[in-house]
């Protein structure tokens, strides 16, 4: 493949499941230059990306910005939900010495103007919509979209009175970041009230407890759909559908994700379209009444119940494991896509998907997810990654600098993403190379992209 005459360093922040499928289809960009990591500590990334060898700190970005500067970055791409909330975007599309350059003195030449680089990924304002539950419910009410009737807290002693005095089930949310683990999903009026505790009282997710969201409990079934924003247009990705709860039969406590598949069966074209016109469109049009511009990922949890699709959650990125699933049906440049995002120019670019289907199955440590395991040796990777139509997605693994070997270093392990001409295929392909990889202690879920009848999920 020739190199594109017009070639972009890019710089990937974060370091886990998501990012090392970023990189990887990064990685078959013509437009790609170098591709520079902060993360790689991840041994699927270090294999694709050079690392920037200066400390990571996204309250801190000075040092990145100085990483750029020096190595003509033109992208960056930050995958995680933490720096967006930080302010990250905003920081890393300034040059180190924001403003205009300094006029140049008689007989010298004129200087470099500071370098502008396009960011992939919203500011700080529009992060809220994932930072802060109670924010988001009012940006949603402000627009009109379908979602959960609820109410936020501040006191554990209000919110717990107004449990107790009702009867319907409901879902208790710390309003925070909590990293996919922050929603409690209650059986009974006494389990809701130590749900607060455990937000409120315990701080089990520290700062991002000190709200919390209490919303009425729908019932249908659940659905990921993201889109691309570029501040003024939208391009609605192919759904997806998310496996939340630890075991099979959706049961155990919510996590970051046990498992995905793509194309999501249950969202046919005129449901998209419905979630587009009530939901997607709404929200862009409120933040930019509010002066708050959105470019990069917008995602939205949809319950589709029997009154129709409501939103469960906003989130403003790539979903984990939603984006794995995406990647490796994406059928476009990855650089040219994210540059038009930060850039306006969505329209001009060519956003085509392959037919096959993808299915993620996702490798968890014992434990998960409130204290996963790490330190156990991972074997089986070359005969999984052999497998036909199989790729693996490194998410929380290390390389041990002792033995060489790959470890469990977090939660959720790995993501073994296959493809297929069917659903069936690539289910088929993903659990005969998820049961090749071998570590003590390791889960997973059976049932994800089972029969679509079988999929009924209550949250």
């Known amino acids: 493949m020739p190199p594109h005459p017009h070639t972009t360093n890019v710089l990937l922040i974060g370091g886990g499941g998501r990012e090392h499928s970023l990189a990887w289809k990064l990685k078959q960009s013509k437009r790609l230059g170098s591709l520079f990591a902060t993360h790689t500590d991840n041994p699927g990334i270090a294999a694709l990306a050079k690392p920037t060898d200066c400390p990571f700190d996204p309250a ?10 020096k190595n003509n970055v033109g992208l960056v791409v930050i995958g995680p939900e933490e720096p967006l909330a930080l302010g990250l975007a905003d920081a890393m599309a300034q040059a180190t010495e924001p403003g205009p350059a300094a006029p140049a003195a008689p007989g010298q030449r004129k200087p470099t ?33 379908p979602t959960a009737d609820g109410r936020s807290f501040t006191s554990p002693d209000d919110a717990k009175r107004f ?72 391009f609605v990705l192919e759904p997806c559908q998310d496996h939340k709860r630890l075991r099979d039969g959706d049961e155990g406590p919510n996590t970051g994700g046990m498992g ?33 511009e959105f470019r990069g990922v917008l995602y939205a949890g949809i319950m589709l119940t029997p009154a129709g699709p ?10 984990d494991p939603e984006c794995q699933a995406l990647m490796t049906r994406l059928d476009a440049d990855l650089v040219e896509v994210l540059l038009a995002c930060g850039t306006k120019k969505l329209h001009e670019v060519s956003i085509d998907w392959s037919p096959a289907a993808s299915c993620c199955v996702v490798l968890a440590s014992k434990g998960y997810p409130d204290k996963p395991e790490k330190g156990k040796v991972i074997t089986g990777l070359d005969d999984a990654a052999e497998c036909e139509g199989v790729t693996l997605f490194h998410a929380g693994t ?62």
């Not at 000075?62 to 990483?67: C, S």
Request: include cysteine; charged fraction near 30%; proline fraction near 5%.
């Open 310 to 319: 409501k939103v469960l959650e906003f989130n403003v990125r790539f979903g």
């Open 163 to 234: 449990l107790e005095s009702r009867t319907s089930p409901y879902v208790v949310k710390a309003s925070g970041l909590a990293k996919g683990k922050g929603v409690i999903v209650p059986n009974t009026t006494e389990e809701a009230v130590a749900a607060i505790d455990r937000i409120m009282v315990k701080k089990e997710f520290g700062d991002a407890g000190n709200t919390v969201v209490v919303e009425e409990r729908l019932k249908g079934q659940e659905t990921s759909v993201l889109a691309l924003v570029d501040g003024r247009n939208i």
């Open 60 to 69: 801190r970005p000075f040092r990145l910005q100085r990483f750029c500067e």
């Open 113 to 145: 103007p500071p370098p502008v680089r396009v960011v992939f990924g919203p500011g700080k304002e529009a992060a809220r919509l994932e930072a802060d539950k109670a924010w988001a419910k009012q940006m949603m009410h402000a627009a009109a979209i």
């Open 260 to 292: 995905v598949f793509c194309p999501g069966g249950i969202t046919d074209d005129p449901t998209l379209t419905i979630i587009q016109r009530q939901v997607l469109v709404p929200i862009i049009d409120t933040l930019r009444r509010e002066g708050i």
């Open 398 to 459: 290390r390389r041990n600098p002792e033995t060489d070997d790959i470890e469990t270093a977090g939660g959720r392990v790995l993501n073994v993403v296959a493809v297929g001409d069917s659903l069936a295929d690539a289910r088929e392909r993903a659990y005969a190379a998820a049961h090749m990889i071998r570590y003590e202690g390791r889960i997973f879920r059976s049932d994800i992209a089972a029969p679509l009848e079988a999929k009924i999920i209550r949250h």
